[in-house]
């Protein structure tokens, strides 16, 4: 039962280096979503994706983009990094639109910017 | 703009006893609401819902409360164990222009339970 996993869990970068942070679900869900967790300020929706090919924007989107080119996968990249992004990442998936779904997250990836 | 916050980041009780964890939310068009527990090093994990027509849900050892008039929901764990030591996180789920759900997070509380 694997659920939602997030790799790597671990990374860190220097500024301006980009990098690919990978969510995989094998539960056949068509929503995902990627969040980051910063203390004191819960977690914050960066992007998300209501099916394979397509992506929205959440709340934070700026310096990140997503694709989801395969239902199961939904990637989250970082083209240059900064120090501000400096962060807990989190990806969740449901399967369904409606507002009264559970989503279930990954273990997370804590990301360091120097 | 809409949020949803805890009152206390932090909250001790001995094992044993029960706990009350509180959140408050402003958008009174919110007709969803789920607590997380996100242990350490751990992604959230769903807990308990309850919907905007319910004032009252209960599950294994919890129970959510939802007072509409105020504003506030409540997670309440009785006899509280030490495997309950946590962040628990309110939230509200929202649909989202375009498809899908937004899930608004409050800040968290860590539960901390004393032996």
């Known amino acids: 039962n694997a659920g939602v996993t997030q790799t790597p869990k671990f990374r860190v970068l220097k500024t301006g280096q980009s990098m690919t942070l990978l969510c995989a679900q094998d539960?056949?869900?068509?929503?995902m979503y990627w969040y980051r967790q910063d203390p004191g300020m819960g977690l914050r929706l960066i992007h998300y994706?209501?099916?394979?090919?397509?992506?929205a924007k959440g709340e934070v989107p700026d310096g990140y983009n997503v694709s989801r080119l395969k239902k199961q996968n939904f990637l989250l990249g970082l083209e240059s990094a900064a120090p501000s992004q400096t962060s807990v990442y989190f990806c969740?998936?449901?399967?369904?639109?409606?507002?009264?779904?559970?989503?279930?997250f990954g273990q997370g990836t804590r990301l360091t910017v120097v | 703009g809409e949020s949803v916050g805890l009152h206390l980041p932090t909250l001790s009780v001995q094992e044993g006893d029960n706990s009350i964890i509180n959140c408050a939310y402003s958008n009174s068009a919110s007709d969803y609401f789920i607590w997380y527990k996100q242990e350490s090093g751990k992604g959230p994990q769903f807990i308990i819902d309850?919907?905007?027509?319910?004032d009252k849900r209960q599950g294994q050892r919890v129970t959510v409360l939802l007072n509409k008039t105020v504003k506030h929901l409540s997670l309440q764990i009785a006899a509280t164990q030490p495997g309950d030591s946590a962040v628990y996180f309110c939230a509200e789920n929202r649909r989202v222009t375009g498809g899908g759900n937004k899930l608004t997070f409050g800040t968290g509380t860590q539960l901390k339970v004393e032996l």
């Open positions: 969740a998936s449901s399967y369904s639109p409606r507002a009264d779904t559970e989503a279930f």
């Open positions: 309850i919907r905007s027509n319910m």
């Open positions: 994706s209501v099916g394979e090919g397509t992506t």
């Open positions: 539960m056949n869900h068509e929503y």
